[in-house]
């Protein structure tokens, strides 16, 4: 099934009752709900787009009438959805979503839009009761049905309520629970585990039994999250806001988990409206990027991509859209004024794309009670899961994978490299044997699914007494520096008869070791590294060509603005922002190229040059990362690319002749395009290789022969490549 979406329109507020209204909620049938959102074309004021979603509520929407509306029959009466769904769209007296919640499906409810458009509003609301938002309305809906369980079994089930509330700001997950003084400045990891879910690690979770207990913890809670005025809104969030409501039920040996998600997004924003200063321009470029990183997902995840780029942000990793199994519900936000206009069709294009993703929703299975994992009981207490490096939780594999590789080498401890991996599989966990008809099938829920191909996950049921494989962060480098070992001399060994290793291979090759397993370590145990922005513009720029080349010109005239930072004052940029505005009919102020890059862009900016169509860059200063990387000199003085000076064992490029045959096998490993290949270059992490793959799918876009790389120089001059980049990588395949 899809992830459904709704759009909600704001009304006007009192400073705008006489602004131009261009959005309107219309119906497919008169007297229907609506389910269409109309708005003009910039182009031409005559025509209007119609974007269609599963519910459209209008200005008068109040919050009460949106959170029972939601998932009531109206848009999916008579369809063939009410055949799948038929639980869901009938209406009841209790809220459409808890039901499948309390039958173990896992639910998130996001709200999307740009910055004042009403998500805080619509998720949380205000104090009063009409005012309250989905948030606080989710949450009296699943005590009184908690309740009511309890009731109705005389005891027999049990319902707990755990939360966890957290926010992503500047990318960096702080836990909302806890005072902001006990922030560290680094925020809390991120954890993939074995069922496919992210989580956040060291997270506190507090049992709530009540209404009233959640509404202090939320008050107080949202006190801790950062808001801050801008010219767009008084009140504006400038975090994402995750709230993670955990419901255990229990049932003699039996418990059920499922988790309801309620996501307030903080708001993209057009910095050209703002007059943000530099601390606001920091947050807002921070937002920009996880919302900018979202649309690609979604994009991906239609067109069909392997690989979906969910960790390229914090957000989209924990959102997951389209690999989490349960029911998902984006609620889109949009005010209906003309100054949002492109920002408004942005959006729609977005959530438009959103509604067609699949998702498989699978209830999450019951699995066997063993020891108590926290207390039960009302009342507020909080506990605290231990912090586990990260390293270990990527890096292990229990289950049926783990039991395999045991049965070959018990001595080994198992191990499943998929430290850049975006999914964990979900792996069959064997399951106790013993009363199994205690465990009620859940086969007569299970919704039918076109996509119906892969395994069912579940949940670990780990049989008592069974011993959790566990791998120490020691254990795990000895590991990675086993394999690299293993790959560089078996590298060594195919080269052999070619080209014989120079004398001190064994001491390059520990150096070698040890810089990549010294490099490693780092990026495991920061995700600094993620924040490195250098091609962010040019994942700007890709963007906006396949915006352009879908003929979604606002959607690419954003794409490009969003560029400019990174790319300040290029002339063919600034250009095609201008006639996109001009094509588009939009005025105002001219685009931002006297604003600063976003921070992590700026201590890293390359002076680039646009030089064709879309991108083609040249990159005077490429080497500064690298230098401190490695530890090389960051006080040399500035080479440019082509005078750079170079080892004397790195002096292999066109000027000498032919190529030779490691800079053929340098350049046939770059024109391969495969992303696991350049990975295995030295000195490529997952994103430079990305970066150039990217840049070459471009390029071949343009002209699949300009897509070749030649030579080492032209490799230098690629975006992101630079000198140092290219000569370790040459460096690395010599020392094989
Ligand atoms: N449906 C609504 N009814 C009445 N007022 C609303 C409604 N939606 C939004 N507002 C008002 O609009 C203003 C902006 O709303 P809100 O702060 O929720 O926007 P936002 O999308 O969360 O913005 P940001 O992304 O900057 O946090 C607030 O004053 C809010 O009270």
Redesign the pocket.
Known sequence: MSVRVVA?I??L?EKELDKDVIVRADGVEPGKHSTVVKIPNPKNEAEEFSFAFNGVYDQA?SQEALFTAEGSPAPFHGTALSSFFPRLITRRSVQPLLKPLFQGYDVTIFAY??????????MRGGLKLADRGVIPRLLSGVFRRGKKIMKDTEGDTTVRVTLSYYEIYNDKVYDLLEPPEKRTPSGLPLRAEANGRTVVAGLSERACGDLKDFEKMYIEANNNRV?AA?K??????RSHAILRVKLTQTTGATVRESTASAI?L??SEDNRRTDNDKERLVESAAINKSLFVLSQCIDAIGRGDKRIPYRESKMTRILSLGQNKGITVMIL?LAPLRSYHLDTLSSLNVSSRAKRIEVREIENEVVFKQVPRTNSGSGTTTARQPLRPLANAHNVHSGNVAAKAAAVDSSKPVKAFSVYTDKVKPSAIARPTVATSLVPRRSSHKRPSDHEVVARPTKIAKPAGEESVTVSAAQIEAMVEKKVSEILAARTAAEKANAPPPAPVQADLSDAVQRRLDALERRIESEDWREDSKSDGLRYLLAARQHKERGEEAAALKAYEMALPYFPGQAKLLGKIERLRVRLGVSGAPALDHRSPPNSAKKRQRRRVLADDDGDYHDADADVEEGALTGAAKSKPRRSRVASSKPAMYHDDEHSGPPSPRTSQLLEVVNSRDLTQIRGLVGFGAKRARDLVDYLELAAMEDEAGARIESLTQLRALPGMGGRTVERAYEGLMMA
């Open positions: 909600r704001r009304p507020l929407t839009g740009v910055t004042g458009t009403g998500k805080t509003h619509t808001t801008t767009l809104n008084a009140h504006s969030s307030d903080a708001g936000n």
